[in-house]
């Protein structure tokens, strides 16, 4: 019989000949972008050359008494540009909008279901289908004559729920960078991320989650810095996009400074923004209507809004 030790000179031939398909199959060459977290061969989102980090688990938070509102806005206040603002709650649900400011200023262009207006012009009108809890008073109004002292107390406990929420996605362990910092064209599993340099960016093009058949699937976006949405500069807005079960109650950013979320008004923006030092959505002047299927709670800066509706998911 003929066997492969009949014939000692092939050996080496065949040896190389097999460890070079090995090598082609394992992408040796250097491979291509990894569509998921936005590596190539030479690097990984964790920074890792030639391997894919799997991020860690992601754990929804209670956002306690905070949940039932559209905007939070800390301790500095709200303020709406536009005539196309609505808050509003998923499923026909009313949402809420808040803060412990106390200037009368602090609160601009909204009015609530209680008849309760906050300096609203023929040019600045935002509609909150429910209520708005301040610790100041409004321009006119059952709320005009002086501040509500139940009204402040529940703001006061929403801003104790936001900051516990905070703290508990900081707590979070740490996962891959995706994309170096930028999330556009991307596809993201469910988990932790975290930017290795400080800010998350989404510009260039849309981000996709995808939470391959689990609607329990749970995203958290770490960052010490800034969130930036839309782009290259001012124009150019970019979008979340749910995949297969996704949804926007389980997605998180938690954002050390500020959040700017597409300055050129449209697209639509997931999920609920944590945010240290305040959140804005589009720019004045804009007519384009931006969608924020979410929550924009801010711990200390003010919460601006042009032309957005936000759709509040229920918990």
């Known amino acids: 019989m003929n066997t492969?030790?009949?014939?000692?000179?092939?050996?080496?031939?065949?040896?190389?000949?097999?460890?070079?398909?090995?090598?082609?199959?394992?992408?040796?060459?250097?491979?291509?972008?990894?569509?998921?977290?936005?590596?190539?061969?030479?690097?990984?989102?964790?920074?890792?050359?030639?391997?894919?980090?799997?991020?860690?688990?992601?754990?929804?938070?209670?956002?306690?008494?905070?949940?039932?509102?559209?905007?939070?806005?800390?301790?500095a206040g709200m303020t709406n540009t536009g005539v196309q603002t609505v808050i509003t709650g998923s499923g026909g649900n009313t949402a809420d909008i808040g803060t412990t400011a106390t200037g009368t200023s602090s609160v601009t262009g909204f009015h609530d279901s209680a008849g309760d207006f906050y300096t609203e012009t023929g040019a600045n009108v935002g509609n909150v289908t429910g209520n708005i809890y301040t610790c100041t008073h409004s321009t006119t109004g059952p709320t005009s004559a002086g501040v509500n002292a139940v009204?402040?107390?529940?703001?006061?406990?929403?801003?104790?729920d936001t900051l516990a929420a905070y703290n508990a996605l900081v707590a979070q362990p740490a996962g891959p960078n995706p994309g170096a910092g930028n999330l556009a064209n991307l596809t993201l599993t469910p988990g932790t991320y975290t930017a290795a340099a400080g800010s998350f960016k989404i510009e260039g093009g849309d981000l996709t989650l995808d939470a391959q058949g689990n609607a329990n699937a749970v995203w958290v976006f770490q960052m010490a810095t800034t969130l930036t949405v839309g782009g290259p500069g001012a124009a150019f807005p970019q979008s979340i996009i749910l995949a297969n079960g996704a949804l926007a109650k389980n997605v998180y950013w938690q954002v050390g400074s500020a959040a700017t979320i597409n300055a050129a008004g449209g697209g639509t923006m997931?999920?609920?923004?944590?945010?240290?030092?305040?959140?804005?959505?589009?720019?004045?002047?804009?007519?384009?209507?931006?969608?924020?299927?979410?929550?924009?709670?801010?711990?200390?800066?003010?919460?601006?809004?042009?032309?957005?509706?936000?759709?509040?998911?229920?918990?």
């Not at 009204?151 to 104790?160: K, M």
């Not at 004045?284 to 924009?296: D, E, F, K, V, Y």
Request: glycine share 18%; aromatic share 6%; charged share 5%.
């Open 4 to 75: 492969f030790n009949n014939y000692p000179a092939a050996r080496p031939w065949l040896m190389a000949l097999l460890l070079s398909a090995f090598a082609a199959g394992c992408g040796g060459g250097g491979g291509g972008r990894d569509p998921v977290l936005g590596t190539d061969g030479a690097g990984s989102a964790g920074g890792t050359s030639g391997i894919t980090v799997i991020p860690p688990t992601a754990t929804a938070v209670s956002l306690g008494s905070a949940s039932r509102f559209g905007i939070f806005g800390g301790s």
């Open 151 to 160: 009204s402040c107390t529940v703001a006061t406990n929403a801003l104790a």
């Open 270 to 315: 997931v999920g609920t923004i944590i945010s240290q030092a305040g959140i804005a959505f589009s720019t004045a002047g804009n007519a384009a209507i931006m969608t924020l299927n979410g929550r924009a709670l801010s711990l200390g800066a003010s919460v601006t809004l042009v032309n957005t509706v936000i759709n509040v998911p229920a918990p």
